[in-house]
T-cell receptor
Framework: NAGVMQNPRHLVRRRGQEARLRCSPM?????VYWYRQLPEEGLKFMVY????????ESGMPKERFSAEFPKEGPSILRIQQVVRGDSAAYFCASSPGQGAIGEQFFGPGTRLTVL | QKEVEQNSGPLSVPEGAIASLNCTYSDRGSQSFFWYRQYSGKSPELIMF????GDKEDGRFTAQLNKASQYVSLLIRDSQPSDSATYLCAVNVLTGGGNKLTFGTGTQLKVEL
């Protein structure tokens, strides 16, 4: 499967726990984007990463949220001390590189439920 | 004013008809425009993109772009029940920070038998 992979597909956490979401980009893609989709709302950009670098984190909440894309392994979106308002679908997308077109391909998403 | 605006719908069309989905954007620096399809509970699927004024056709789909009017549309010919989904318009502004996409809230399309 050469598509974008995300795991877990569903994640349930209690308030105050930590959530770790993983994303492996498509083969040959070096750029990773995280988006959040709240119920009945559109997709909102969170962060854009390349290997070992955060390029744009303008959409990340100032507290509790962090992201990384290490040299080896998947990109990880980490949410500390989750609250009910964090319940959403989190999508990862990848692209082959920075360019004029910028098409992005999405993974299946992780649906986070905070109890 | 929202950066990317779409009519939320639902837009209902009979099977075999042409469905027309519209999108306007506010940033004149926008360079590339994308249409994604999203089925309920699933992830967005890229249908097509356009970056030059005019029409771009791919099978039953035609994207239209008018940068002067800041308007992009998607036409679906011979609509099928399987086309029933939410269609997301996305806009890309290339900056030093890369290809961040800004999405509209989507238009729900229902193709009726």
């Amino acid at each position: 499967n050469a598509g974008v992979m995300q795991n877990p597909r569903h994640l349930v956490r209690r308030r105050g726990q930590e959530a770790r979401l993983r994303c492996s980009p498509m083969k040959g893609h070096s750029h990773v984007y995280w988006y959040r989709q709240l119920p009945e709302e559109g997709l909102k950009f969170m962060v854009y990463l390349q290997k070992e670098n955060i390029i744009d984190e303008s959409g990340m909440p100032k507290e509790r949220f962090s992201a990384e894309f290490p040299k080896e392994g998947p990109s990880i979106l980490r949410i500390q001390q989750v609250v009910r308002g964090d319940s959403a679908a989190y999508f990862c997308a990848s692209s082959p590189g920075q360019g004029a077109i910028g098409e992005q391909f999405f993974g299946p998403g992780t649906r986070l439920t905070v109890l | 004013q929202k950066e990317v605006e779409q009519n939320s719908g639902p837009l209902s069309v009979p099977e075999g008809a042409i469905a027309s989905l519209n999108c306007t954007y506010s940033d004149r620096g926008s360079q590339s425009f994308f249409w994604y399809r999203q089925y309920s509970g699933k992830s967005p699927e890229l249908i097509m993109f356009i970056y030059s004024n005019g029409d771009k056709e791919d099978g039953r789909f035609t994207a239209q772009l008018n940068k002067a009017s800041q308007y992009v549309s998607l036409l679906i010919r011979d609509s099928q029940p399987s086309d029933s989904a939410t269609y997301l318009c996305a806009v890309n502004v290339l900056t030093g920070g890369g290809n961040k996409l800004t999405f509209g809230t989507g238009t729900q399309l229902k193709v009726e038998l």
